[in-house]
């Protein structure tokens, strides 16, 4: 019945997320002609915020540093649309002037393609266009045959009304298109000098808003969130900027006209992720095959384009980010196509900073963690998890992988306590809550036991390799270091087994002399342990659960063998179970308690240099 609560609960949690996802994003459509200047203000109060910072350390009062921040901002703003204006008009009224190149072009195309395939496809789209014409004729005379006689029915006498005068509405109508970008960017300013001198105060009021208890988390997380939405804003101006006049300057050495126009253009659109810089050299290419009667100014600016993004996007960005933007590039590539659907053209441009912003916030507040694991670029998954994961796919390919670049950055004693113990103690876990059955639980660990086959094989061939190249190096100069005799015990299963074998792969065999008992039954372990006699005797145990039988074996163990050392290994336990392990072990006679199987090869080799 608890269960069931806890399942209602979750469904209950899920469906009121959607709903409020819903209504945020139909607020959003519904509301955009507020909601549109309200998030662009926010942005650029974040790019704006280390300037008035700067000027307020060099003791300029911080109402006349937003002031003069947003004067220089706006003047820098018109004066760029301005200009942009005036080369739009003027390349519309010279565009007679390169008619003739265009006639040419297009009669160049027609002579090399009149006896080839544009010819071909030229004359079926013809045919193509000739019967649908004619299609539409034939449709249209049938409407008219069978509709005859019930229009005369249905005919309507015809009303003359004289023009009325001139209504406020007509008036709105022509002003309207023209008002309205204004009022928005008197919006966008008047908020920008809101947040920029008032930014403390709201920060205080979000602060209230989330709760005073979370106060030292909330501050953490928006100086973070601050820090790094400012210095992306003001990195992704800078390389827009850069890589505007980089075109501006490329194009007019190439000589296409208007490069200031094509340069604006460039820095504008490459806000747009991916798509952008390309849109931007549609026109210039565009132009080029205007301009000249030949092919070479356009391949040139194609040439120019291409570099350029190069550049940009293998040095100058990965230089300047560093790690990344936060975001994955599927996100950001989906996130475009939702911000131009919900708010077009501006919201194609604001996708690529809008979504860096949710993917911190994510990051930060709790209740918006789903946003860090949809759009964020760090793994949603453990090494562990993506292993268990692959295990239960029977997928021994990528599960190899996975535990071989572990390897390679790390070490194989370490890619044992980091990905295959925890996957097996998910495995346990998944079988004694019945999510898991007795035969798929054999085939995983089965499927871990090749696995680890393969890293021995390739274990042996470097230590014969590292041996040899010490033996050479030694010349026999240092006597070796006594055997210590260790007896290893399963204390439950296959899992268990499965990790005494990894034992004996990891431990020296010039120092130690290791045994596999089969475990399982303490009677044969006694027996193990009367006849082989060991130095050390190591118990290795899996959670969950295992903990009681391990206590029975050292009680058996202790009462029959008082001198034999026993090294307990509780492998993949969490932290706050171990102090509770270690107490109730140590009571039956456990003389060593650890939690990893790197902890047992320290205390094994410890215990081989005191013999």
């Given at each position: 019945?608890?269960?069931?609560?806890?399942?209602?609960?979750?469904?209950?949690?899920?469906?009121?997320?959607?709903?409020?996802?819903?209504?945020?994003?139909?607020?959003?459509?519904?509301?955009?002609?507020?909601?549109?200047?309200?998030?662009?203000?926010?942005?650029?109060?974040?790019?704006?915020?280390?300037?008035?910072?700067?000027?307020?350390?060099?003791?300029?009062?911080?109402?006349?540093?937003?002031?003069?921040?947003?004067?220089?901002?706006?003047?820098?703003?018109?004066?760029?649309?301005?200009?942009?204006?005036?080369?739009?008009?003027?390349?519309?009224?010279?565009?007679?002037?390169?008619?003739?190149?265009?006639?040419?072009?297009?009669?160049?195309?027609?002579?090399?393609?009149?006896?080839?395939?544009?010819?071909?496809?030229?004359?079926?789209?013809?045919?193509?266009?000739?019967?649908?014409?004619?299609?539409?004729?034939?449709?249209?005379?049938?409407?008219?045959?069978?509709?005859?006689?019930?229009?005369?029915?249905?005919?309507?006498?015809?009303?003359?009304?004289?023009?009325?005068?001139?209504?406020?509405?007509?008036?709105?109508?022509?002003?309207?298109?023209?008002?309205?970008?204004?009022?928005?960017?008197?919006?966008?300013?008047?908020?920008?000098?809101?947040?920029?001198?008032?930014?403390?105060?709201?920060?205080?009021?979000?602060?209230?808003?989330?709760?005073?208890?979370?106060?030292?988390?909330?501050?953490?997380?928006?100086?973070?969130?601050?820090?790094?939405?400012?210095?992306?804003?003001?990195?992704?101006?800078?390389?827009?900027?850069?890589?505007?006049?980089?075109?501006?300057i490329g194009l007019w050495l190439i000589g296409v006209p208007y490069f200031i126009l094509w340069g604006s253009f460039a820095a504008l659109l490459r806000y747009i992720p991916y798509l952008g810089a390309w849109l931007s050299a549609l026109l210039p290419i565009a132009l080029s095959l205007l301009i000249s009667p030949d092919w070479s100014i356009a391949l040139m600016v194609i040439a120019l384009f291409l570099m350029l993004e190069l550049v940009t996007n293998m040095i100058a960005e990965p230089m300047l980010y560093g790690r990344g933007i936060g975001v994955s590039q599927a996100a950001l590539l989906v996130t475009v196509a939702f911000?131009?659907?919900?708010?077009?053209?501006?919201?194609?441009?604001?996708?690529?900073?809008?979504?860096?912003?949710?993917?911190?916030?994510?990051?930060?507040?709790?209740?918006?963690?789903?946003?860090?694991?949809?759009?964020?670029?760090?793994?949603?998954?453990?090494?562990?998890?993506?292993?268990?994961?692959?295990?239960?796919?029977?997928?021994?390919?990528?599960?190899?992988?996975?535990?071989?670049?572990?390897?390679?950055?790390?070490?194989?004693?370490?890619?044992?306590?980091?990905?295959?113990?925890?996957?097996?103690?998910?495995?346990?876990?998944?079988?004694?809550?019945?999510?898991?059955?007795?035969?798929?639980?054999?085939?995983?660990?089965?499927?871990?036991?090749?696995?680890?086959?393969?890293?021995?094989?390739?274990?042996?061939?470097?230590?014969?390799?590292?041996?040899?190249?010490?033996?050479?190096?030694?010349?026999?100069?240092?006597?070796?270091?006594?055997?210590?005799?260790?007896?290893?015990?399963?204390?439950?299963?296959?899992?268990?087994?499965?990790?005494?074998?990894?034992?004996?792969?990891?431990?020296?065999?010039?120092?130690?002399?290791?045994?596999?008992?089969?475990?399982?039954?303490?009677?044969?372990?006694?027996?193990?342990?009367?006849?082989?006699?060991?130095?050390?005797?190591?118990?290795?145990?899996?959670?969950?659960?295992?903990?009681?039988?391990?206590?029975?074996?050292?009680?058996?163990?202790?009462?029959?063998?008082?001198?034999?050392?026993?090294?307990?290994?509780?492998?993949?336990?969490?932290?706050?179970?171990?102090?509770?392990?270690?107490?109730?072990?140590?009571?039956?006679?456990?003389?060593?308690?650890?939690?990893?199987?790197?902890?047992?090869?320290?205390?094994?080799?410890?215990?081989?240099?005191?013999?």
């Open positions: 019945m608890k269960l069931s609560f806890v399942k209602s609960d979750t469904s209950y949690s899920f469906i009121s997320m959607l709903i409020s996802i819903a209504l945020v994003l139909a607020f959003m459509y519904w509301a955009r002609v507020i909601v549109i200047p309200v998030a662009l203000s926010i942005l650029i109060t974040f790019l704006l915020v280390p300037t008035v910072n700067w000027l307020e350390k060099i003791y300029i009062p911080r109402v006349l540093a937003v002031i003069l921040m947003t004067v220089i901002s706006l003047s820098l703003f018109l004066g760029a649309t301005y200009a942009i204006t005036k080369q739009i008009d003027s390349l519309v009224d010279s565009y007679p002037q390169y008619e003739d190149n265009i006639t040419a072009k297009i009669s160049q195309i027609n002579e090399q393609g009149s006896s080839g395939l544009f010819d071909k496809f030229h004359s079926v789209a013809e045919r193509l266009y000739e019967q649908l014409e004619q299609a539409q004729k034939d449709s249209k005379i049938q409407k008219i045959s069978s509709s005859g006689s019930q229009e005369a029915s249905h005919a309507q006498p015809v009303k003359i009304v004289e023009d009325s005068p001139f209504h406020f509405s007509a008036l709105w109508g022509i002003a309207g298109p023209v008002l309205e970008p204004l009022a928005n960017i008197g919006l966008v300013i008047v908020l920008i000098i809101f947040m920029l001198i008032n930014r403390e105060d709201l920060r205080d009021r979000f602060i209230a808003l989330v709760g005073i208890g979370q106060m030292t988390d909330t501050t953490r997380a928006l100086e973070d969130a601050g820090d790094r939405i400012s210095r992306y804003l003001l990195i992704q101006l800078f390389i827009n900027c850069c890589y505007g006049m980089a075109v501006g911000w131009a659907w919900l708010w077009g053209p501006i919201g194609l441009i604001l996708a690529s900073p809008l979504t860096v912003c949710l993917a911190v916030l994510g990051r930060h507040v709790p209740f918006l963690k789903f946003l860090d694991i949809l759009l964020g670029d760090r793994p949603t998954l453990s090494s562990s998890q993506r292993y268990y994961q692959r295990l239960l796919a029977k997928d021994e390919d990528e599960a190899s992988d996975i535990i071989e670049r572990y390897i390679e950055d790390d070490s194989m004693v370490h890619a044992f306590d980091k990905i295959i113990i925890p996957a097996l103690s998910l495995a346990r876990a998944d079988l004694r809550s019945g999510k898991l059955d007795e035969l798929s639980h054999k085939e995983m660990v089965e499927l871990s036991g090749s696995i680890l086959e393969d890293q021995r094989s390739e274990m042996y061939v470097i230590e014969s390799k590292e041996k040899k190249t010490e033996k050479e190096s030694n010349d026999g100069a240092t006597s070796p270091l006594p055997v210590t005799s260790v007896l290893a015990v399963p204390a439950r299963d296959s899992t268990d087994k499965l990790l005494v074998d990894a034992l004996s792969m990891l431990l020296d065999p010039s120092r130690f002399e290791i045994h596999a008992s089969p475990g399982g039954i303490v009677y044969d372990i006694l027996a193990d342990v009367k006849r082989r006699t060991p130095d050390v005797l190591v118990i290795l145990s899996v959670p969950p659960g295992g903990v009681a039988h391990v206590r029975h074996i050292c009680k058996r163990i202790t009462a029959r063998f008082p001198d034999l050392r026993i090294v307990v290994g509780r492998l993949g336990l969490y932290e706050e179970d171990q102090e509770e392990n270690r107490r109730r072990l140590s009571e039956v006679g456990a003389d060593y308690i650890v939690f990893s199987l790197a902890d047992v090869v320290s205390e094994l080799n410890k215990l081989s240099t005191l013999d």
